[in-house]
């Protein structure tokens, strides 16, 4: 574990791994939707601007911020040389989530991975979560949808043909799937 220049803490491996090394299992408290709420709205409320939380599958999240081990201190990157794994235990049949090596990874390099970051009721804090991982292919933000980050509050006007008027507007979401950005106009009304 050190110190980075911009990102807080990082792992480095203190000899070199192959191509899909174990490197740590996620750990953590495992927590279910209404609690992932409960502890995000208390974040929000006393302005915590680091999460350790990972979806381990519909409806279930790990929270590494008080019980977790240094899989926590693994930086997001755009060009990471880990990525994580999910595998049920044979012995407990519990679901595991690991970080394993995508590539080579020499040594004294940082570890990283793709946070492919979910908002979970956070988006209004969506600049919090900008990328600082400084490679060539940045994305400039750790969500995984970047659109909405990218188009996050910027203010349009939409001009409408029936009725010969320009409304303003602000985007407020998109979806990747109907590559459609969700409008709040200014008077309130939604639009997709």
């Known amino acids: 574990v050190f110190l980075t220049e911009n990102r807080g803490h990082g792992v480095r491996m203190t000899q070199p791994l192959r191509k899909g090394n174990f490197v740590v299992e996620y750990a953590g408290e495992v927590i279910d939707t209404s609690e992932l709420q409960h502890r995000m709205e208390a974040s929000r409320e006393s302005g915590e601007q680091h999460f350790y939380i990972m979806e381990m599958g519909p409806g279930l999240f790990i929270d590494a911020r008080r019980k977790g081990n240094h899989a926590r201190l693994l930086n ?20 595991r989530i690991g970080i394993f090596t995508s590539r080579d990874v020499p040594l004294a390099e940082e570890l990283t991975y793709d946070y492919m970051f979910e908002h979970y009721g956070l988006s209004g804090m969506a600049q919090g979560f900008k990328c600082q991982c400084g490679a060539k292919n940045c994305r400039g933000t750790m969500d995984v949808n970047p659109e909405r980050k990218r188009d996050w509050g ?15 507007g602000s985007v407020t979401g998109y979806s990747t799937s109907s590559g459609k950005h969700t409008i709040m106009y200014d008077d309130g009304d939604t639009e997709r």
Not at 154 to 166: A, I, M, N, P
């Open 76 to 95: 997001s990157c755009c060009e990471p040389n880990c990525e994580t794994q999910k595998w049920r235990d044979a012995a407990t049949g519990e679901v």
């Open 154 to 168: 910027r203010r349009l006007e939409v001009f409408w043909e029936g009725d010969g008027v320009f409304y303003r």
